[in-house]
């Protein structure tokens, strides 16, 4: 059974920046294709970035290219999010999946795994 836990939410203003964290228990991240994906209020779960398990592949929704970037170092995942505006609040999850693939997707139906979520507030 692997876990994910995310953490490093908060609230800032607009034009902040927050870097997110998520580890994993079970299987290392060199056996896992990790994503995060973020769900505000009445809305639809939404893939943020992901990343192959080699690294070689990354993938940013269009509304947060060049403000967001995704990395590992170790066994830890994060999010870098820089440029923050109001319309980046939600709910924010690591997600994993253990898909033999050289590519990565921001659909969640990929995934198997998930963390408990990390809010992330942006007031303007």
């Known amino acids: 059974q692997v876990q994910m836990l995310e953490s490093g939410g908060g609230s800032v203003q607009a034009g902040g920046s927050l870097r997110l964290s998520c580890t994993a228990s079970?299987?290392?991240?060199?056996?896992?294709?990790p994503a995060w994906f973020r769900q505000a209020p009445g809305k639809e779960r939404e893939g943020v970035s992901c990343?192959?398990?080699?690294?070689?592949t990354t993938d940013y929704a269009d509304s947060v290219k060049g403000r967001f970037a995704i990395s590992r170092v170790g066994d830890t995942l994060y999010l870098e999010m820089d440029s923050l505006r109001p319309d980046d609040t939600a709910m924010y999850y690591c997600?994993?999946?253990?898909?033999?693939?050289?590519?990565?997707?921001?659909?969640?139906?990929?995934?198997?795994?998930w963390g408990p979520g990390t809010q992330v507030t942006v007031s303007s």
């Open positions: 990343r192959s398990r080699s690294g070689a």
């Open positions: 079970g299987l290392p991240f060199d056996d896992l294709n």
């Open positions: 997600a994993a999946s253990t898909d033999r693939t050289s590519f990565c997707s921001l659909g969640p139906a990929h995934y198997d795994y």
